[in-house]
């Protein structure tokens, strides 16, 4: 261990599986104590006691519908309760779907906007009061992570809510970096763009085609001929919820292979 983000705080939403995960046992890897938030209780519940045979006492488990307001509330009060402060917050968790724009309904739009944005929306607003009296306190630098996808710069034919809702997140990503130094918080924002990852998100096409063939249906796209791992993921969120990236703020970083450079 080399503590990266030895002695902060960090809430990873989305934690009980796939890029949330991955960032959660990574960012405990590296010194931080973790909360790990999910509406999956039980699944957030097991990522914490895997991270705590290794790291006792750096992770907690909560429950978390991130598209409530009162919850997001309880979440950041129970933080503090437990781990006396926040530094990092992650919001990672997300939901895929939709179709092109004739044929997305209304309700699955404001479904995937509520979830993938709103909740984002709701994070940072929870979050950053904590977060500044946090980083006030210690004197350890804050940073927000929001990750976002290629599809939030790379439109699809058949993504209209989903490329709408991951552009709005790197957008609001910039309007709170622009925020928080106005205010001389110290708290960083940045988005994160994955590319296709070896993730639950891809379990309808592996159901479809089989996973080999699905990974290499999709990897035939990337320039790099493959798609990621969550650990590809999980390095750039450690990079900027560490002080090596102190000097980034209202940037995107885009992990996807090469794709966006075609």
């Known amino acids: ?28 890897r590296e010194g931080a104590k973790v909360a790990v938030s999910d509406v999956n ?19 907690i488990a909560l429950a978390h519908d991130v598209t409530r307001e009162d919850e997001w509330q309880a979440v950041i009060a129970e933080i503090e309760r437990a781990f006396g402060g926040l530094h990092i917050l992650i919001n990672n968790a997300g939901i895929g779907g939709g179709s092109d724009v004739e044929s997305t309904s209304l309700e699955v739009w ?44 790379i439109a699809g034919h058949n993504m ?53 063939e699905a990974y290499a249906k999709l990897g035939r796209q990337v320039p790099l001929g493959k798609i990621g791992e969550p650990d590809d993921i999980a390095y750039a969120v450690l990079y900027l919820a560490s002080d090596e990236s102190k000097f980034v703020t209202g940037a995107e970083l885009k992990v996807d292979g090469g794709i966006s450079a075609m």
């Open 160 to 212: 209209a809510a989903y490329n709408s809702a991951k552009a709005g997140v790197r957008h609001l990503s910039k309007s709170v970096a622009l925020h928080c130094a106005k205010r001389g918080y110290n708290i960083r924002s940045n988005s994160v763009h994955p590319v296709f990852i070896a993730t639950p998100i891809l379990d309808n096409l592996v159901e479809r085609f089989g996973k080999e």
């Open 41 to 59: 209780a039980k699944g957030a519940e097991k990522v914490a006691a895997s991270i705590n045979q290794f790291h006792p006492g750096a992770a």
């Open 110 to 153: 404001r479904r995937i906007h509520l979830v993938d944005l709103e909740s984002v929306f709701l994070g940072c607003k929870s979050a950053i009061p904590l977060m500044a009296s946090t980083v006030k306190k210690t004197g350890l630098g804050g940073s927000i992570v929001n990750i976002s996808s290629i599809a939030g710069i």
């Open 1 to 28: 261990m080399t503590g990266r983000v030895a002695g902060k705080i960090a809430l990873v939403t989305g934690g009980a599986q796939g890029l949330g995960e991955a960032a959660a046992r990574m960012l405990a």
